[in-house]
T-cell receptor
Framework: AQSVTQPDIHITVSEGASLELRCNYSYGATPYLFWYVQSPGQGLQLLLKYFSGDTLVQGIKGFEAEFKRSQSSFNLRKPSVHWSDAAEYFCAVGPSGGYNKLIFGAGTRLAVHP | DVKVTQSSRYLVKRTGEKVFLECVQD?????MFWYRQDPGLGLRLIYFSYDVKMKEKGDIPEGYSVSREKKERFSLILESASTNQTSMYLC???????????????FGPGTRLTVT
């Protein structure tokens, strides 16, 4: 079955520290992969996406993610976290079951200490 | 930029009421989706639509229905609201196609619904 796992429910980092959010997926073919961010009380905003080609993709707000097929992972990274990065982060994979559906992970909530 | 709007940011309804949540997108997207978001459960798909008047059930359709009379508008209907439908509801849209960009979903700001 297709699925997305984000093993960390909550992560706390200090401002200026590096960040890695984990995402593992189960998918039968080559997936399309996405990371979205949700600030408190807001909708989801796309951070970055992987369709094909270079396995290291750059996104907005200084984020990057690396697609590792052998590990079925698409981890999100940022070298230096800012207080404004505190939010919930969702990994998604598709397509699922036709009609352009995506499967979302349960999310990782990031807290940033000053 | 794609814009997806939802009719209300916050809504409080009573048990048994019929509730309408409206979503409008301005990018001529064929696909539209309704999700509910609950802590620890991520986003769960309620219904989606791939064309006007066309709809498909998602993972948790029970207690909900949808309507898509115009391409830009996708409505979620709670026929008889219950307290377990208290949640954040998110609408999204994406263009038609089978290439990567057609799987990118654009989200509205969400409606936080409380049923008392």
């Amino acid at each position: 079955a297709q699925s997305v796992t984000q093993p960390d429910i909550h992560i706390t980092v200090s401002e200026g520290a590096s960040l890695e959010l984990r995402c593992n997926y189960s998918y039968g073919a080559t997936p399309y992969l996405f990371w979205y961010v949700q600030s408190p009380g807001q909708g989801l905003q796309l951070l970055l996406k992987y369709f094909s080609g270079d396995t290291l993709v750059q996104g907005i707000k200084g984020f990057e993610a690396e697609f590792k097929r052998s590990q079925s992972s698409f981890n999100l990274r940022k070298p230096s976290v800012h207080w404004s990065d505190a939010a919930e982060y969702f990994c998604a994979v598709g397509p699922s079951g036709g009609y352009n559906k995506l499967i979302f992970g349960a999310g990782t909530r990031l807290a940033v200490h000053p | 930029d794609v814009k997806v709007t939802q009719s209300s940011r916050y809504l409080v309804k009573r048990t048994g009421e019929k509730v309408f949540l409206e979503c409008v997108q301005d990018m001529d997207h064929e696909n539209m989706f309704w999700y509910r978001q609950d802590p620890g459960l991520g986003l769960r798909l309620i219904y989606f639509s791939y064309d006007v008047k066309m709809k498909e059930k998602g993972d948790i359709p029970e207690g909900y229905s949808v309507s898509r009379e115009k391409k830009e508008r996708f409505s979620l209907i709670l026929e008889s609201a219950s307290t377990n439908q208290t949640s954040m509801y998110l609408c999204a849209s994406s263009p038609f196609g089978t290439s990567g960009p057609s799987y990118e979903q654009y989200f509205g700001p969400g409606t936080r619904l409380t049923v008392t």
